[in-house]
């Protein structure tokens, strides 16, 4: 069960959440999570350049909706049918998105479920962007979906304030199992729009153009928002100098 991490501030929060991840990395290692294919492409934390970008990822999603498969598709090209993990998952991949070179980190936690309400064991701002998977042939998943974006949007509320729209992926798997589909493409897309999120129904087993474009979609979304959020920044850094500066020579006229 993944928990929520509380009651620690400032540099202890942080030095916190990066010895979790280093574990988290250490024990992948151990138990084989971190598939060879994928390690090929990792780079270190301690050695990138500093001309790299660093783009996060959190994959949400029920047990049984293929966001694992979707996943090692993405970064293997390999279709894994069979997939069950009971540990969370780090993975690692350098990638060039129009020119520019990115380190890419995807968080793959254990399986939620519609009562969890905690969605990630790290706080929710770890994470630049999410995929949250469910299978079109499994309406409970879709469900589930919509309860974990509905986390997404409350836990930014609290945690990243001026920060909500978050950008999120929703991904209906299982686009090959037509003949048992139990939610419509239009339901998808719905409820992706009433989340402002990016909308795609993939097959993790048959096609990975379609997952590969899907997240070079959201990490290109992902850089944009990291963007703007920085310009936002330093526009009000500038003015709240300008209000200083101005503060100042305000009260040194008055004086004289």
């Not at 270190?44 to 694992?68: C, H, I, P």
């Amino acid at each position: 069960m993944l928990h929520s991490v509380g009651g620690e501030s400032g540099d202890q929060s942080a030095n916190a959440h990066k010895k979790r991840r280093e574990n988290l990395r250490e024990e992948n290692r151990e138990r084989g999570f971190i598939s060879p294919s994928a390690e090929e492409h990792s780079v270190r934390v301690s050695v990138r350049s500093a001309a790299m970008n660093d783009v996060k990822l959190a994959l949400l999603g029920s047990e049984g909706a293929g966001k694992s498969a979707v996943l090692v598709r993405f970064l293997t090209k390999r279709f894994i049918g069979e997939y069950a993990s009971n540990a969370n998952s780090l993975y690692q991949k350098r990638l060039s998105i129009d020119g520019r070179q990115l380190n890419l980190e995807v968080f793959d936690p254990c399986s939620q479920n519609v009562e969890s309400r905690c969605i990630l064991e790290e706080p929710v701002d770890w994470a630049d962007g999410f995929v949250v998977v469910y299978t079109i042939s499994d309406r409970m998943s879709f469900l589930n979906a919509k309860n974990i974006l509905q986390q997404i949007r409350e836990s930014r509320r609290e945690t990243c304030k001026g920060d909500m729209d978050v950008p999120v992926c929703l991904v209906g798997n299982k686009q090959d199992l037509c003949h048992s589909r139990q939610v419509s493409e239009e339901e998808g897309r719905s409820l992706a729009l009433e989340h402002r999120c990016i909308f795609q129904e993939v097959s993790a087993a048959e096609n990975y153009l379609d997952i590969a474009n899907l997240f070079t979609r959201l990490i290109r979304h992902v850089m944009e928002h990291m963007k703007h959020r920085s310009e936002r920044r330093r526009y009000s850094g500038s003015k709240s100098m300008a209000k200083l500066i101005n503060n100042m020579f305000g009260k040194r006229r008055k004086s004289v």
